[in-house]
C-alpha cells in the first residue's frame, strides 16, 4: 500500500508560536490537517479526525483537510506518556490503517525554559527523519516512535 503525498498529520502541541512553524517545516511531505492544544482536545478529536471525519473545530493552523485521514499523529513535550497512551487506547479501532504515534522522547527533552529559536526546525527534522523510517519499513506498524 502506498501513503498518499502529502502524508496527512494531526499535530499536537501547547502553542500556535511552535505548532505555526512545525506545521510549515514539515511540508512539502506532510499535510499537518489539524492541531490540538490540549490533552482534552486530543481525547475527544484525534479519534474524528483518525476516522476522516471534521471534528468541527477550528484553529489556525492546519489545512482542515478531512478528505483523507490522519497517518500520523505528532505530539510534542506538553504531552506526557501517560497522556499519549490514555488517547492511544481511546483512537482504537478508530483509523482504518495504521497509524504513526511520533512522540517527544522525554530523556531528550530540552529544560524546563522556553525553546530556543531553532526549536521548530530541529522538531520538524527530527520528526521528518522518525517518520521517513516508518514510511520506508512499509508505513504499516501502529505504534509509537520517539524523536
Request: proline fraction near 10%.
Amino acid at each position: 500500500m502506498s501513503l498518499p503525498h502529502p502524508i496527512p498529520v494531526i499535530l499536537c502541541g501547547k502553542t500556535t508560536a511552535i505548532g505555526k512553524p512545525v506545521s510549515e517545516f514539515l511540508l512539502p511531505e506532510y499535510e499537518v490537517i489539524h492541531f490540538i492544544q490540549s490533552y482534552e482536545a486530543a481525547q475527544s478529536e484525534i479519534p474524528e479526525v483518525l476516522a476522516g471525519h471534521d471534528p468541527q473545530t477550528r484553529n489556525p493552523i492546519g489545512t482542515h483537510n478531512y478528505s483523507r485521514p490522519a497517518r500520523a499523529v505528532i505530539l510534542g513535550r506538553a504531552f506526557t506518556s501517560e497522556q499519549v497512551e490514555e488517547v492511544r487506547k481511546l483512537c482504537k479501532g478508530s483509523a482504518k490503517d495504521a497509524v504513526a504515534w511520533v512522540v517527544s522522547d522525554p530523556a531528550k527533552a530540552p529544560g524546563t525554559g522556553p525553546p530556543g529559536p531553532d526549536y521548530a526546525a530541529v522538531v520538524a527534522n527530527d520528526v521528518k527523519s522518525v517518520l521517513a523510517s516508518w514510511i520506508n519499513e512499509g508505513g504499516q506498524r501502529d505504534g509509537v516512535l520517539w524523536y
